[in-house]
């Protein structure tokens, strides 16, 4: 579990103790459901990593976009609320790169979320290829969080960060990759595979 669900779901139970205190225990029912929820959504499940020469899922959700953009694909991945928000690197290597952009707030699952969004770029460098992921803020998710920076060695499938609520992960793959997902699938961080090395 993500440190940051026990703090708030303390948090909340503290708010409901003292307003049960204060006022009726009944009014103390939405601070325990919203504690329980939190401790939910930070949830953060060991994956099994698939071997081979693939690129596995920065992140769970559904495939809402695949767009060629230039020699590259972009394969856009929206989270919703009960998806695990916990990011994964998609190939082992080298963070050569982490570049933070602010920006807007927009619905994640809106295109224009990958150019105007704040948002986290991660370049990963290994085995003769480059793969550059994006956390992408949303409209209810305002803090992303990266554990990674510049210089780090990660493991395909190790965890990277996470972003708070609903929110967007767009992975931007070169030619030398053959997509192995299509639009509308669901995927798994760590253990979904995006794409396979041609």
């Not at 307003?19 to 939190?38: D, E, N, Q, R």
């Not at 790169?97 to 704040?118: I, M, R, W």
């Not at 793969?131 to 992303?144: D, H, K, M, Y």
Request: charged share 20%; with cysteine.
């Amino acid at each position: 579990m993500v440190i940051d669900g026990i703090y708030y779901a303390l948090g909340l139970l503290a708010g409901g103790a003292l307003t049960g205190y204060l006022t009726k225990p009944a009014f103390s029912i939405p601070f325990v459901i919203l504690a329980v929820f939190c401790l939910w959504f930070f949830r953060d499940p060991d994956r099994p990593i698939p071997p081979g020469p693939v690129a596995v899922s920065p992140a769970d959700g559904v495939v809402v976009a695949i767009k060629p953009e230039g020699e590259q694909t972009r394969v856009s991945i929206f989270l919703n609320v009960f998806d695990v928000h916990v990011n994964r690197s998609p190939i082992a290597g080298k963070i050569t790169k982490v570049e933070y952009k602010t920006g807007k707030f927009l619905v994640a699952s809106k295109p224009e979320a990958t150019t105007d969004n704040e948002q986290n770029f991660i370049t990963v460098e290994g085995n003769g290829t480059k793969i550059v992921f994006s956390q992408i803020a949303g409209l209810i998710a305002r803090r992303i969080i990266c554990y990674k920076k510049a210089g780090d060695i990660v493991e395909a499938g190790e965890r990277v960060g996470y972003i708070k609520f609903g929110s967007r992960v767009d992975m931007f793959l070169g030619p030398e990759w053959t997509l192995q997902v299509k639009e509308g699938e669901r995927v798994s961080a760590g253990s979904g595979v995006i794409a396979r090395r041609k």
